[in-house]
């Protein structure tokens, strides 16, 4: 099983700032499988990015994904209000699927 | 327009089952798979397992292998996941979501385990 491990755990951050969130893996993740959703309270969560850097359908260009291997970045390039929210990553890479255990992006 | 709908919440007693299910539309079924995630009161995502839409071939978390089934419906586009001998840490909601990224999310099913 590939273990993914996300960092920081909460990041408080004011609107217009730069967030940087991080997902390494215990192992290569092969083809670059790994997706990153954005999670809401009470909501289902939100594809953001697929193959490490491609953005899903009618996600903002703040959003990015970067990284090969066993490290990669989710990067908001300046928060707006609605991106105060959880973060995971997947991988999707092995045929059991993991996420990572999820980054709280707060307001500061 | 892509949809998945899933059943409503269920209550029910340590050492029953229950069966989730999650209605597609708006795409042709048999083109994707079908993942289901879960996540416990205030905790994270957790991938439970996943069937394809063509081969009905499934793959599941290893740690509740044994006690759950996943199976499809292709007439009525519909998938199922069934989780027998619940315990109180099933307490969950269930999602379903299409495809190997997930694209596509159900709204999400209560299940509450409780005597």
């Known amino acids: 099983e590939i273990v993914l491990t996300q960092s920081p755990g909460t990041l408080s951050l004011s609107p217009g700032e730069r967030a940087t969130l991080s997902c390494r893996a215990s192992q290569s993740v092969n083809s670059n499988y790994l997706a990153w959703y954005q999670q809401k309270p009470g909501q289902a969560p939100r594809l953001l990015i697929y193959g490490a850097s491609s953005r899903a359908t009618g996600i903002p260009d703040r959003f990015s994904g970067s990284g090969s291997g066993t490290d990669f970045t989710l990067t908001i390039s300046r928060l707006e209000p609605e991106d105060f929210a959880v973060y995971y990553c997947?991988?999707?890479?092995?045929?059991?699927?993991?996420f990572g255990q999820g980054t709280k992006v707060e307001i500061k | 327009q892509v949809h998945l709908v899933q059943s409503g919440g269920e209550v029910k007693k340590p050492g029953a089952s229950v069966k989730v299910s999650c209605k597609a539309s708006?795409?042709?079924?048999?083109?994707?798979?079908i993942s289901w995630v879960r996540q416990a009161p205030g905790q994270g995502l957790e991938w439970m397992g996943w069937i394809s839409g063509y081969t009905g071939n499934t793959n599941y978390l290893q740690k509740i292998q044994g006690r759950v089934t996943m199976t499809t419906d292709t007439s009525t586009s519909t998938a199922y996941m069934e989780v027998r001998s619940l315990r109180s840490d099933d307490t969950a909601v269930y999602f379903c979501a299409r495809g190997h990224y997930l694209d596509y999310w159900g709204q999400g099913t209560l299940v509450t385990v409780s005597s």
């Open positions: 708006g795409y042709n079924f048999t083109d994707y798979s």
């Open positions: 997947q991988q999707y890479s092995s045929p059991s699927r993991t």
